[in-house]
């Protein structure tokens, strides 16, 4: 069956809901929240003279519950704009509509006879091949389907999303024995496609898999941490990016979750646990989780759990951290470890795992401890939890926001060895691993003809993993490298497109990287049809120039080095908008400064939803100077219509620079005019170098020829400066600004209106770069700016002087 999703029903306003309901509201569904009426009407209700009949009443719970979403932060929306999108409604006035919905997603309260009764209603107004899925972590999805009829159990299903489902990725899908196969197929392709994400299909087996293996993860960390009496601040430096894991560790991501969600999943786990978990018991509580579950010192939500946020005497905000022998809390104080500072220079955390593991002080000991623990519990869930170990992979790395899987890990320390360490613990895992190995099979992945192979139990052989067909893994292609430095990878990605990689710290565009997207273009010219700038790092596309390079130049007053460097990174930039060959950018994450700049001059950008852009060269004293000045003066430029007020738009562009603006998403940043209509979003992370590929594939065969220089930039000259100084210095003297504030401001409108002009007229690309240039130059020369680089560089916030 064909089918399409364009409204959909979200049963449940609370935080899952709302935040559901404005995931799919990103993506342009319609959608329609209902909630519960409430039971009566308040004081201040009735003063108003509302009645319980009045709309502001019936749906007061589902309104309130959704404007305190859309208010949070992290934002669920991708622009604010699209709560437009979303309908609210009672369940009392409002579920009728659901006839007219093609998916209706069930987030009531964790109650299995709440849930049936809803159901028992919804079955009876939908029409039929309505889909129809809980959102529940913690019920067995085909309890939930008991008495229903035969249609509705076809198209019924467990779709367990992640908190907050707009930023993590997994999205569980969990069928029953009646759920119709195509429902599966389609649920599956279209939380890939449409809605982002990973989509592992789970059995309906306690936990699922993410919060079966993770919560088991948590608790034994913890416990362990308790038994070799290291302290908060400890584990979640060992549990945090160190380990290829998310800046909150450990204590920190169970205060964000909040300990009574986390007490509650380990309760489900150990109740259901019996007869069928050989390691039921570790889901008992440890003893210090049990104390802040009995205090109500459950996280963020009450203000404090394994941390609490104060005033100090200045009024700044002061994390202190639980101290488990008293009770109290104190000051985080600074952790260190040897096995830590060894591998500070090992920026791949696929080889620091090893190291980390062989690691002699309590560092490496809670390693070995903690994973010889995680990897056994995992090797005994297969075929309970799931048949496959990428599946495992899949919803723990998603779900967490762990760079690698459990079975992955256990790859990049060696099989072997981890075995030898597990067997040393007396944590022996299941007999399958040891029969791999007996088998003569040494790593539970392996990559073939450029793709990823799993080790299947059963057949005892490698099969390729499904789904990747629609994605490029450039880690998988390691043989299709065609030049490379010690600053990028140049890539054979098939059908005439390069990929150009880059591999330094944070990426950052320093000689090497410059080198390599001079490079990449020239090879494209000569011999393939198209480039794409795109990578796989979990941090930035790329933080921008390398200021520390900047910095060593401009503290010795190399000016001529500066103006070389920056003349030759501003030629690149605009050799990657007018070369031979269709060149596309594939952001994410971060894309600043020089990281922005580069987008801003590809012929197509292919941008993952959640990419922060922005020309952020103001916090460190200077201004865009590799061409994003000028781009932003050109952009405003071709918006201008006749009678338009046109230093309105030039000022938006301005104050965006001015404020080192930084976009919260893909969406945000195609609204301040960093990216264009021309340009594509793309929900899926894994999907975005297959979707660059394509779109470089589609310049090229619609017959891309090369552009050329513009000459035709309208700029408005002393008219523009005059209006932007006027406003610096009404800030200056609010005291909004600093003096050097002001002065790079001023500098800044200087170059986007185009110098020192009579009045507004046309320029030239070169004439704006040139500008750039000059600004940039005379502003490294300023011993604030300098105090602003050495501040950022310090590891510490650039000094507002």
Same mark, same amino acid.
Not at 67 to 80: D, E, F, V, W
Not at 108 to 125: G, H, Q, T, Y
Not at 187 to 196: C, I, N, P, S
Not at 337 to 354: C, N, Y
């Given at each position: 069956?064909?089918?399409?999703?364009?409204?959909?029903?979200?049963?449940?306003?609370? #935080?899952?809901?709302?935040?559901?309901?404005? !995931?799919?509201?990103?993506?342009?569904?319609?959608?329609?929240?209902?909630?519960?009426?409430?039971?009566?009407?308040?004081?201040?209700? /009735?003063?108003?003279?509302?009645?319980?009949?009045?709309?502001?009443?019936?749906? /007061?719970?589902?309104?309130?519950?959704?404007?305190?979403?859309?208010?949070?932060?992290?934002?669920?929306?991708?622009?604010?704009?699209?709560?437009?999108?979303?309908?609210?409604?009672?369940?009392?006035?409002?579920?009728?509509?659901?006839?007219?919905?093609?998916?209706?997603?069930?987030?009531?309260?964790?109650?299995?006879?709440?849930?049936?009764?809803?159901?028992?209603?919804?079955?009876?107004?939908?029409?039929?091949?309505?889909?129809?899925?809980?959102?529940?972590?913690?019920?067995?999805?085909?309890?939930?389907?008991?008495?229903?009829?035969?249609?509705?159990?076809?198209?019924?299903?467990?779709?367990?999303?992640?908190?907050?489902?707009?930023?993590?990725?997994?999205?569980?899908?969990?069928?029953?024995?009646?759920?119709?196969?195509?429902?599966?197929?389609?649920?599956?392709?279209?939380?890939?496609?449409?809605?982002?994400?990973?989509?592992?299909?789970?059995?309906?087996?306690?936990?699922?898999?993410?919060?079966?293996?993770?919560?088991?993860?948590?608790?034994?960390?913890? &416990?362990?941490?308790?038994?070799?009496?290291?302290?908060?601040?400890?584990?979640?430096?060992?549990?945090?990016?160190?380990?290829?894991?998310? /800046?909150?560790?450990?204590?920190?991501?169970?205060?964000?979750?909040?300990?009574?969600?986390?007490? !509650?999943?380990?309760?489900?786990?150990?109740?259901?646990?019996?007869?069928?978990?050989?390691?039921?018991?570790?889901?008992?509580?440890?003893?210090?989780?049990?104390?802040?579950?009995?205090?109500?010192?459950?996280?963020?939500?009450?203000?404090?759990?394994?941390?609490?946020?104060?005033?100090?005497?200045?009024?700044?905000?002061?994390?202190?951290?639980?101290?488990?022998?008293?009770?109290?809390?104190?000051?985080?104080?600074?952790?260190?470890?040897?096995?830590?500072?060894?591998?500070?220079?090992?920026?791949?955390?696929?080889?620091?795992?090893?190291?980390?593991?062989?690691?002699?002080?309590?560092?490496?000991?809670?390693?070995?401890?903690?994973?010889?623990?995680?990897?056994?519990?995992?090797?005994?869930?297969?075929?309970?939890?799931?048949?496959?170990?990428?599946?495992?992979?899949?919803?723990?790395?998603?779900?967490?926001?762990?760079?690698?899987?459990?079975?992955?890990?256990?790859?990049?320390?060696?099989?072997?060895?981890?075995?030898? #360490?597990?067997?040393?613990?007396?944590?022996?895992?299941?007999?399958?691993?040891?029969?791999?190995?007996?088998?003569?099979?040494?790593?539970?992945?392996?990559?073939?003809?450029?793709?990823? !192979?799993?080790?299947?139990?059963?057949?005892?052989?490698?099969? /390729?993993?499904?789904?990747?067909?629609?994605?490029?893994?450039?880690?998988?292609?390691?043989?299709?490298?065609?030049?490379?430095?010690?600053?990028?990878?140049?890539?054979?990605?098939?059908?005439?497109?390069?990929?150009?990689?880059?591999?330094?710290?944070?990426?950052?565009?320093?000689?090497?990287?410059?080198?390599?997207?001079?490079?990449?273009?020239?090879?494209?010219?000569?011999?393939? &049809?198209?480039?794409?700038?795109?990578?796989?790092?979990?941090?930035?596309?790329?933080?921008?120039?390398?200021?520390?390079?900047?910095?060593?130049?401009?503290?010795?007053?190399?000016?001529?080095?500066?103006?070389?460097?920056?003349?030759?990174?501003?030629?690149?930039?605009?050799?990657?908008?007018?070369?031979?060959?269709?060149?596309?950018?594939?952001?994410?994450?971060?894309?600043?400064?020089?990281?922005?700049?580069?987008?801003?001059?590809?012929?197509?950008?292919?941008?993952?939803?959640?990419?922060?852009?922005?020309?952020?060269?103001?916090?460190?004293?200077?201004?865009?100077?590799?061409?994003?000045?000028?781009?932003?003066?050109?952009?405003?430029?071709?918006?201008?219509?006749?009678?338009?007020?046109?230093?309105?738009?030039?000022?938006?562009?301005?104050?965006?620079?001015?404020?080192?603006?930084?976009?919260?998403?893909?969406?945000?940043?195609?609204?301040?005019?960093?990216?264009?209509?021309?340009?594509? #979003?793309? $929900?899926?992370?894994?999907?975005?170098?297959?979707?660059?590929?394509?779109?470089?594939?589609?310049?090229?065969?619609?017959?891309?020829?090369?552009?050329?220089?513009?000459?035709?930039?309208?700029?408005?000259?002393?008219?523009?400066?005059?209006?932007?100084?006027?406003?610096?210095?009404?800030?200056?003297?609010?005291?909004?600004?600093?003096?050097?504030?002001?002065?790079?401001?001023?500098?800044?409108?200087?170059?986007?209106?185009?110098?020192?002009?009579?009045?507004?007229?046309?320029?030239?690309?070169?004439?704006?770069?040139?500008?750039?240039?000059?600004?940039?130059?005379?502003?490294?020369?300023?011993?604030?700016?300098?105090?602003?680089?050495?501040? $950022?560089?310090?590891?510490?916030?650039?000094?507002?002087?």
């Amino acid at each position: 069956m064909n089918r399409s999703i364009r409204k959909v029903a979200v049963l449940g306003s609370g #935080i899952m809901g709302s935040r559901i309901a404005c !995931h799919f509201a990103n993506i342009g569904v319609e959608v329609l929240l209902l909630d519960i009426v409430p039971k009566e009407l308040s004081g201040a209700e /009735k003063a108003k003279g509302v009645t319980a009949e009045h709309p502001a009443f019936r749906n /007061k719970i589902v309104n309130d519950s959704l404007q305190q979403t859309i208010k949070a932060t992290p934002a669920s929306l991708y622009s604010p704009a699209f709560a437009s999108r979303i309908k609210t409604g009672n369940f009392d006035d409002n579920l009728v509509d659901i006839k007219n919905y093609d998916w209706v997603i069930e987030v009531i309260v964790e109650r299995l006879d709440i849930k049936k009764s809803l159901f028992e209603k919804v079955d009876a107004l939908r029409k039929p091949g309505t889909l129809i899925t809980s959102n529940t972590s913690g019920i067995p999805i085909h309890l939930m389907a008991e008495g229903r009829s035969e249609d509705f159990k076809k198209h019924f299903c467990g779709t367990h999303f992640f908190n907050p489902p707009r930023y993590l990725r997994l999205l569980e899908v969990i069928p029953t024995s009646d759920t119709d196969q195509q429902v599966i197929d389609f649920l599956m392709h279209y939380g890939d496609l449409f809605l982002g994400k990973t989509t592992v299909l789970c059995k309906d087996t306690p936990g699922f898999i993410a919060n079966r293996l993770g919560i088991y993860a948590l608790i034994q960390t913890i &416990r362990v941490a308790e038994e070799m009496g290291l302290s908060v601040d400890e584990v979640d430096k060992l549990t945090g990016p160190v380990a290829g894991r998310p /800046k909150s560790g450990t204590y920190r991501l169970s205060d964000v979750v909040g300990l009574d969600t986390t007490v !509650h999943v380990a309760n489900n786990l150990y109740a259901s646990g019996e007869g069928t978990d050989e390691s039921r018991d570790a889901f008992k509580l440890p003893a210090v989780m049990q104390k802040l579950f009995d205090n109500k010192w459950l996280g963020d939500k009450t203000g404090q759990g394994f941390y609490k946020k104060i005033k100090d005497e200045k009024g700044k905000s002061v994390i202190l951290a639980l101290d488990f022998e008293t009770l109290e809390y104190q000051l985080s104080g600074k952790v260190k470890f040897a096995t830590l500072e060894g591998t500070k220079a090992i920026g791949d955390v696929w080889k620091r795992f090893p190291v980390l593991l062989a690691g002699e002080d309590k560092a490496g000991e809670f390693y070995r401890k903690t994973f010889a623990d995680i990897f056994r519990y995992a090797t005994f869930r297969i075929p309970e939890i799931s048949d496959e170990v990428f599946r495992i992979d899949q919803a723990i790395s998603a779900g967490f926001g762990w760079q690698y899987g459990l079975f992955e890990t256990w790859d990049a320390i060696g099989v072997k060895n981890m075995l030898g #360490i597990m067997e040393s613990l007396n944590l022996k895992p299941a007999n399958w691993v040891y029969e791999m190995l007996e088998a003569g099979n040494e790593t539970f992945y392996k990559v073939e003809k450029g793709k990823r !192979h799993y080790y299947d139990i059963p057949s005892k052989s490698y099969k /390729k993993i499904p789904g990747q067909d629609s994605i490029i893994l450039l880690s998988n292609l390691s043989d299709n490298i065609v030049w490379k430095n010690a600053g990028a990878n140049l890539y054979d990605i098939g059908d005439g497109i390069l990929n150009l990689e880059f591999k330094s710290k944070m990426n950052t565009m320093g000689a090497e990287v410059i080198e390599g997207i001079q490079k990449g273009i020239s090879i494209a010219e000569k011999d393939f &049809r198209g480039l794409v700038i795109g990578n796989e790092s979990s941090e930035a596309y790329s933080a921008g120039a390398n200021l520390a390079m900047l910095f060593m130049f401009a503290i010795e007053q190399e000016f001529d080095e500066i103006n070389m460097v920056i003349a030759q990174f501003q030629q690149t930039m605009m050799r990657a908008r007018y070369s031979s060959i269709p060149v596309v950018t594939a952001p994410h994450s971060l894309a600043l400064g020089g990281g922005c700049e580069l987008n801003l001059h590809a012929d197509k950008v292919v941008a993952h939803a959640e990419t922060y852009i922005g020309l952020v060269e103001l916090g460190v004293g200077l201004i865009p100077a590799g061409g994003g000045t000028k781009e932003m003066a050109l952009r405003c430029s071709d918006l201008y219509q006749a009678g338009d007020t046109e230093l309105n738009i030039l000022q938006a562009a301005f104050m965006n620079i001015a404020q080192a603006k930084v976009s919260t998403s893909a969406q945000e940043a195609r609204e301040m005019n960093y990216l264009q209509e021309k340009d594509q #979003i793309v $929900l899926n992370r894994s999907r975005l170098i297959a979707e660059a590929k394509q779109a470089a594939i589609e310049l090229a065969e619609n017959g891309y020829t090369q552009p050329k220089q513009r000459s035709d930039i309208k700029v408005q000259g002393k008219t523009g400066m005059a209006l932007f100084m006027a406003g610096i210095a009404q800030m200056r003297l609010a005291n909004y600004i600093s003096d050097h504030d002001a002065k790079i401001a001023n500098k800044l409108a200087y170059v986007i209106n185009g110098g020192d002009l009579s009045y507004p007229q046309m320029v030239t690309e070169q004439y704006l770069i040139d500008l750039e240039r000059e600004a940039f130059l005379s502003l490294c020369g300023e011993k604030k700016t300098l105090e602003r680089m050495q501040g $950022l560089l310090n590891g510490g916030k650039p000094p507002r002087n």
